[in-house]
T-cell receptor, first 114, second 112 residues
Framework: KNQVEQSPQSLIILEGKNCTLQCNYTVSPFSNLRWYKQDTGRGPVSLTIMTFSENTKSNGRYTATLDADTKQSSLHITASQLSDSASYICVVSPGSSNTGKLIFGQGTTLQVKP | EADIYQTPRYLVIGTGKKITLECSQTMGHDKMYWYQQDPGMELHLIHYSYGVNSTEKGDLSSESTVSRIRTEHFPLTLESARPSHTSQYLC???????????FGQGTRLTVV
């Protein structure tokens, strides 16, 4: 079983609509959680970082939440644009790892249609 | 803007050829990683390094090898490429185990 599970696997929405992506993790101890955006054929780019003491963090139209007790995070996209079409990956940093290995979710593929 | 570069961006080679994928970063990051990603699939760690002269195999078995002779350089080599090696290879680096991981643009490898 993956230590980081994302849902849904894929999502299609109309331009201008909002959407929420989910990430559940079992990684423990936990250092931080990041949401990355990966455009097709490109490398992932960080959107937000959440540490265990943070509940909400915004980056423009992207808002991430974290519940460290239930080990759940969400990424909310407001007023979606065509350029939001991409894969969104939840990445967890274990707290005890000295090698800095990251635990990746399988990603949610978002398609925004006009 | 991340200062991590991968070359080439695209590569088509014949079976049995030896190839080296280049990855360089100018941020002074100690940790570097190689991931393999098939289209529409998740990233799989194949190699990582937490400093000069340290390399470890990742979670996904790979026939490739890596070296870390300099902090900024982490090349990946395939001694004899096969069609099963066709994939996208992503290089990343980060500072410590708290820092953001910065990714290169990737190398799309096709072995025919």
């Amino acid at each position: 079983k993956n230590q980081v599970e994302q849902s849904p696997q894929s999502l299609i929405i109309l331009e201008g609509k909002n959407c929420t992506l989910q990430c559940n993790y079992t990684v423990s101890p936990f250092s931080n959680l990041r949401w990355y955006k990966q455009d097709t054929g490109r490398g992932p780019v960080s959107l937000t970082i959440m540490t265990f003491s943070e509940n909400t963090k915004s980056n423009g139209r992207y808002t991430a939440t974290l519940d460290a007790d239930t080990k759940q995070s969400s990424l909310h996209i407001t007023a979606s644009q065509l350029s939001d079409s991409a894969s969104y990956i939840c990445v967890v940093s274990p707290g005890s790892s000295n090698t800095g290995k990251l635990i990746f979710g399988q990603g949610t593929t978002l398609q925004v249609k006009p | 803007e991340a200062d991590i570069y991968q070359t080439p961006r695209y590569l088509v080679i014949g079976t049995g050829k030896k190839i080296t994928l280049e990855c360089s970063q100018t941020m002074g990051h100690d940790k570097m990683y190689w991931y393999q990603q098939d289209p529409g699939m998740e990233l799989h760690l194949i190699h990582y390094s937490y400093g000069v002269n340290s390399t470890e195999k990742g979670d996904l078995s790979s026939e490739s090898t890596v070296s870390r002779i300099r902090t900024e350089h982490f090349p990946l080599t395939l001694e004899s490429a096969r069609p099963s090696h066709t994939s996208q290879y992503l290089c990343a680096s980060r500072k410590g185990h708290m820092g953001e991981a910065f990714f290169g643009q990737g190398t799309r490898l096709t072995v025919v």
